[in-house]
């Protein structure tokens, strides 16, 4: 492949668990234009036996904005990647297609499953196994819940963006940043760790191949296909972890820094060019996710601003709405609360009754409860924000012990980067210089894989190398013409 495909154009999909988007990137001259072509809403929905993502409202918006894609790029679009959310999966039929909706990590089926994993393969073991960290939402235990309900383990599964990516040209695989996240990679290879299927009786063949960033897997060949400006187009496995995307387009040398990718949750970390799985690291839970190129995302999941978002769906429906930017002008300047909450609390990890699960905690740290009227939305807006500025900076001042870097820089990118009460007192807490990335920063890294990609810069062991995607995540940084826009 070559630079660009001839100044074709290329379209990322970024599946949010709250909101997606489908980009155009076209050339103008020698530069490149991104376009979000269509945005659209995703929640979970409840139904009797779970909470489920509504698949058919997911593809059928990825499919929208596709077909809009191409009625604007008459030059022909060279390929299409697609990324999102970890950990959620499709079960398929013999035919490809979903025996059931995909459950929602948030499902609270894997609480009694994650306590028969560990009986049989203990938190430790695990950790040594594949230096992911211990979250009851990875699929490693998201499997075992479906073995206790009876699903049939040897039914073939296939994480979301990737099933996306399936739909389109056939092929099932599990790219390599995001199969880590499964909690079920052997540390320091590109492969299912056999030990855990075997262990706890699931079928290491239902598992799709892993494959590497950038790996290119044939051509559209559904529909879309009949649409001129998809006849040659390419469907790329991006880093299909939108965080591990986003850190992708992160444009920093040297290694004096760290980064968080803010939104629905905040991922805190660092990158390495190898594993660590030390006892420090085990004991703060700390995870080693795939990043672009071989390397690792050094990091530690913190309850982003989903937490607030409950908040605010609780105040709506008892007839109190606040905008997220009416939350933020409000608290730039109320004082700290006098102690944060711990934002990580199990019972804050779960939907619903989250106002409710902060007022318990505060009561039990000797604090006033906090009311519906008057200011108590913005009291309780404060004491989120600055209880995640409090979490930032202790998980970074342990990625600094443990990982041995002397930390200087903070790269705050995603939807959260827009915060500007947030991203203050993370500069304050951490005493960090902080430097604001975009808000489509999965987008932009998504778009970095595909162009390295047609580079010819890739191997079958890491894929696309880290430096060719540096290299055009700071080009497209720097060009005033890559700044979004929405259609």
């Not at 700390?286 to 978002?309: A, P, S, Y």
């Not at 709405?321 to 730039?332: F, K, P, Q, R, V």
Request: glycine share 8%; proline share 5%; net charge negative.
């Amino acid at each position: 492949m070559k630079s660009a495909a001839n100044q074709k154009a290329l379209v990322a999909v970024d599946l949010g668990a709250q909101s997606c988007r489908v980009s155009l990137l076209r050339w103008i001259g020698s530069e490149p234009e991104i376009e979000i072509i269509h945005r659209f809403s995703n929640a979970p929905v409840s139904a009797n036996n779970g909470l489920h993502w509504d698949l058919e409202t997911i593809l059928d918006g990825v499919m929208f904005g596709l077909r809009s894609c191409a009625a604007h790029a008459p030059e022909g679009i060279a390929s299409v990647a697609i990324d999102g959310w970890a950990v959620d999966y499709v079960r398929l039929d013999e035919g490809g297609n979903p025996v059931a909706p995909p459950f929602c990590y948030r499902d609270a089926r894997t609480e009694e499953a994650q306590k028969e994993v560990h009986a049989i393969l203990s938190a430790s073991r695990l950790y040594s196994l594949t230096g992911i960290q211990i979250l009851r939402l990875n699929t490693l235990y998201q499997l075992y819940a479906d073995k206790l309900a009876g699903f049939d383990p040897h039914s073939p599964w296939v994480n979301l963006p990737e099933f996306i990516t399936c739909r389109l040209c056939g092929r099932r695989v599990s790219e390599y940043t995001n199969a880590t996240h499964t909690g079920l990679v052997r540390l320091g290879t590109q492969r299912w760790c056999d030990e855990i299927f075997q262990e706890l009786g699931l079928d290491v063949t239902a598992a799709p191949e892993i494959v590497p960033s950038g790996s290119v897997l044939g051509p559209i060949s559904t529909g879309l296909a009949s649409l001129s400006a998809f006849r040659e187009t390419q469907v790329i496995v991006p880093a299909c972890h939108d965080t591990a995307s986003a850190i992708a387009a992160i444009p920093a040398i040297g290694d004096d820094w760290a980064f968080i990718s803010s939104g629905t949750w905040s991922l805190v970390g660092t990158v390495l060019d190898a594993s660590c799985v030390t006892d420090d690291a085990r004991s703060m839970n700390f995870t080693n996710l795939g990043g672009v190129g071989g390397k690792i995302c050094f990091l530690k999941n913190v309850n982003g601003m989903w937490l607030l978002r409950q908040c605010m769906d609780e105040w709506k429906q008892q007839g109190v709405c606040w905008t997220l930017e009416d939350l933020i002008s409000g608290c730039a300047s109320l004082p700290a609360p006098a102690v944060p909450i711990d934002v990580n609390d199990p019972q804050l990890m779960i939907p619903g009754h989250a106002i409710d699960n902060i007022n318990s905690q505060l009561e039990r740290l000797g604090q006033p409860r906090l009311c519906l009227d008057g200011s108590g939305p913005l009291a309780l807006a404060n004491t989120i924000f600055h209880s995640m500025a409090a979490r930032y900076a202790e998980v970074l001042a342990r990625i600094g012990e443990i990982a041995g870097k002397k930390l200087k820089r903070l790269f705050i990118v995603g939807g959260g980067s827009q915060n500007a009460v947030l991203n203050r007192i993370s500069a304050e807490r951490t005493g960090l210089e902080v430097i604001l990335g975009s808000k489509e920063s999965a987008t932009i890294g998504n778009f970095a894989v595909q162009l390295a990609t047609f580079e010819d810069d890739w191997s079958p062991s890491t894929g696309v190398t880290a430096s060719s995607v540096a290299k055009w995540a700071e080009r497209m940084s720097a060009n005033s013409l890559a700044q979004f826009s929405d259609r």
